[in-house]
């Protein structure tokens, strides 16, 4: 069965720390990950990552992954209360036919 | 078409009766996603549909669930005998076909309360 896990479930921090999310899957026929925020209510994507070891960054946001071990992290450097949201990773399978396997999900709470 | 549009917002119901949602996805994207996410999990996929088509569908989506979606745009979803389980966030999301390089675009959530 297909398996996306996050790490750590939850995380507290203070504002201006760096934090590291981390997400690693099992899935047949990988295609992509994705990484989506939520904060109250519709998930917004972030980043998609097809190709190993190309860092993607958006801001004081970035994301790598490593399709050899079969992880990606999302990191987030001199954070603010308004980074405090889940963080959502997601896999796409085959095609892109099929639909996305999500994770639990990282609740980061960034406190003042 | 500003984005995917979800109504209700909330929905409050007693065990053992109906209940519908409805999706509006973003015109051009043929194809829609409803996933539920309850607390402290992320979205399980239920079921999707391109164009008119539904094309798979979860092993969570119990006989009780029934999607449509009739012309090819807005989608419904609706369950059946609701129980206290089925309180949750149905999500819709939508994308164009092949998926484009910035995933799905999700809808704000019906959330359900069932009572």
């Known amino acids: 069965e297909d398996k996306v896990v996050q790490s750590p479930l939850s995380l507290v921090v203070h504002e201006g720390d760096t934090v590291t999310l981390n997400c690693s899957y099992e899935v047949t026929n990988f295609r992509s990950l994705l990484w989506y925020k939520q904060e109250k209510k519709a998930p917004t994507f972030l980043f998609m990552l097809t190709s190993s070891g190309i860092e993607k960054k958006s801001g004081r946001l970035s994301s790598i992954l490593d399709k050899k071990e079969l992880f990606s992290i999302l990191n987030i450097t001199a954070t603010q209360t308004g980074d405090s949201a889940v963080y959502l990773c997601a896999v796409a399978r085959g095609s892109g036919n099929t639909p996305l396997v999500f994770g639990k999900g990282t609740r980061l709470s960034v406190i003042a | 078409d500003t984005g995917v549009s979800q109504n209700p917002r909330h929905k409050i119901t007693k065990r053992g009766q109906n209940v519908t949602f409805r999706c509006d996805p973003i015109?051009?994207?043929?194809?829609l996603y409803w996933y539920r996410q309850t607390l402290g999990q992320g979205p399980e996929f239920l079921t999707y549909?391109?164009?008119?088509?539904?094309?798979?569908k979860s092993r969570l989506l119990s006989d009780r669930f029934s999607a449509e979606r009739p012309k090819g745009s807005f989608s419904t979803l609706e369950i059946q005998r609701t129980e206290q389980g089925d309180s949750a966030m149905y999500l819709c999301?939508?994308?164009?076909?092949?998926?484009?390089?910035?995933?799905?675009?999700f809808g704000s959530g019906t959330r359900l309360t069932v009572v």
């Open positions: 999301a939508s994308s164009p076909q092949p998926q484009g390089a910035r995933g799905y675009t």
């Open positions: 015109s051009e994207h043929n194809r």
């Open positions: 549909f391109q164009n008119e088509a539904q094309l798979e």
